[in-house]
């Protein structure tokens, strides 16, 4: 089971900032932080999707960011699984 497989499991098809927070091992006022204001952020960011006023994130895309970054940069779910 990869890390695409447990995150449509877990969260479905897009992630909420504070399951993505959940997901990556940090509070979801620092990941949105991070998010807005670090350089290395930006291909998290670029997985955001707007409906109306709520803020998603593509859990498919998470999943490839996660599985090609190193665990120290991908979060608490590189250790977790």
Known sequence: ???????LE???PLLTLEQLATVLDRSPSGLRWSIHNQAS???IKRTRVQIGKR???RSGEIAEILENKPATEAGGLARAY
């Open 1 to 7: 089971m990869n890390i695409s497989d447990i995150l």
């Open 55 to 57: 803020v998603y994130f």
């Open 10 to 12: 877990r969260y479905g």
């Open 41 to 43: 952020m930006q291909d």
